[in-house]
């Protein structure tokens, strides 16, 4: 059976993190996320699978490739062009993407799975299939119930007694919600879909194919279904799926690496004399990572791999990305390190290097810093106090 994975997009609700890593492969503690779904597709006989890719294409291209090694084939579909030798993505949204594709060479002869590259998901996409073939659907979208003051961050689906989809709201206001049924960004559709999406322009599936749908009078179904759906769309989802994770609540991420004490969990080779680091866990640390005497751990944390944590370093339920050095005495508390950013957990970050302060978080890999000037420990105050981030006390 044949599926698509929509993974185009630039991810603007994830920066910093998606400046220089594509939605689909941000680590879900050191495995990306798009390679849950792919697993997920596997198990339940989608083996040819079909990937729209634009913004930092080739990250997703190099990791997967033909999918040979995941059990499965893969194709790409290229959103973009080149300019003066880059790749510049373009991408044409999830309709667009998807009509490209057919556009191309026809490729989807029967009942299809389109999902969004942004979640973990634990569904039975067999019986979801099944459902959608009895309703005798065109298309086809999985809801789940979230809370109302969730609603205006997704689509909102009404349908009848029947399922049949009445109204399709694309992330409306909290107050205009007219159902708290959203969205899961997992579709199912038959080949004569293509028949409803115009050919070479922007076209999305929310915004654009099912209110056409709707009005159309198409043979369109909502298909509630209870499964696990951790969405990663925002900073704020990002951060609680790996909290959910190292707390043991999503079933199909097993925490990886060995369980050096209870609650904490390392991988190869870490660096580290635990009798002389304070750990509370739940806490994971990536292998080849150094962490010297005199840091504490405290979970939720999770320090990705080839790390640096300096001596008398606090890390406090944070997310600590790869290659990163955690000063001396430098606390992080609710924050998310990657690369050069800083960042709070509703998203709001600082650039660590454009403000002079990378002796307080900065890339492993470097050998060139050098004891901060006054000016700059004025600086790493100014950061606390904008990022709650503790600096080094003053000498």
């Known amino acids: 059976?044949?599926?698509?994975?929509?993974?185009?997009?630039?991810?603007?609700?994830?920066?910093?993190?998606?400046?220089?890593?594509?939605?689909?492969?941000i680590p879900i503690l050191q495995k990306p996320v798009m390679e849950f779904l792919v697993e997920l597709l596997k198990e339940h006989g989608f083996t040819e699978i079909m990937v729209n890719v634009s913004h930092l294409a080739e990250q997703i291209e190099g990791y997967f490739r033909d999918g040979q090694r995941f059990g499965v084939q893969l194709a790409y579909s290229f959103e973009g062009y080149i300019e003066d030798g880059q790749l510049i993505g373009a991408a044409l949204g999830s309709a667009g993407g998807m009509k490209k594709v057919q556009?191309?060479?026809?490729?989807?002869?029967?009942?299809?799975?389109?999902?969004?590259?942004?979640?973990?998901?634990?569904?039975?996409l067999s019986q979801a299939v099944r459902r959608h073939r009895a309703c005798g659907a065109l298309a086809s979208v999985v809801t789940k119930s979230v809370?109302?003051?969730?609603?205006?961050?997704?689509?909102?689906v009404v349908s009848d007694d029947d399922g049949r989809v009445q109204v399709f709201q694309e992330k409306p206001?909290?107050?205009?919600?007219?159902?708290?049924?959203?969205?899961?960004?997992?579709?199912?559709?038959?080949p004569k879909i293509f028949d409803h999406i115009p050919s070479g322009i922007h076209y999305d599936i929310g915004s654009d194919l099912f209110p056409k749908l709707v009005a159309d009078g198409a043979p369109f179904y909502a298909l509630p279904m209870e499964f696990?759906?951790?969405?990663?769309?925002?900073?704020?989802?990002?951060?609680?799926?790996?909290?959910?994770?190292?707390?043991?609540k999503v079933r199909q991420v097993p925490i990886p690496g060995r369980q050096v004490r209870p609650g904490l969990y390392a991988g190869l080779n870490v660096a580290a004399d635990w009798d002389s680091i304070t750990v509370e866990g739940p806490v994971f640390v990536g292998g080849m990572t150094h962490i010297e005497p005199g840091a504490r751990l405290i979970?939720?944390?999770?320090?990705?791999?080839?790390?640096?944590?300096?001596?008398?370093?606090t890390i406090n339920n944070s997310i600590v990305f790869h290659h990163s050095r955690i000063g001396p005495n430098v606390a992080l508390v609710d924050k998310l390190v990657f690369g050069r950013y800083c960042v709070e957990k509703n998203g709001a970050h600082i650039d660590v290097q454009e403000a002079s302060l990378d002796w307080l978080i900065t890339d492993a890999r470097r050998k060139d810093l050098v004891e901060p000037s006054p000016e700059q420990k004025a600086m790493a105050a100014l950061l606390g106090a904008e990022l709650n981030v503790a600096p080094p006390p003053a000498t």
């Open 1 to 25: 059976m044949k599926a698509m994975i929509l993974a185009a997009g630039k991810g603007t609700r994830v920066q910093p993190i998606t400046h220089t890593i594509p939605k689909p492969m």
């Open 103 to 124: 556009n191309f060479q026809p490729f989807f002869d029967d009942t299809f799975v389109v999902m969004c590259g942004d979640a973990l998901i634990d569904l039975d």
């Open 147 to 156: 809370p109302w003051d969730q609603v205006e961050g997704y689509g909102v």
């Open 173 to 190: 206001p909290q107050d205009q919600a007219l159902s708290n049924a959203i969205n899961t960004g997992i579709y199912i559709f038959d």
């Open 228 to 248: 696990e759906w951790v969405d990663i769309g925002k900073v704020p989802d990002y951060w609680q799926a790996i909290r959910g994770v190292l707390q043991g």
């Open 299 to 313: 979970g939720p944390t999770m320090i990705g791999p080839n790390c640096h944590i300096c001596s008398g370093a």
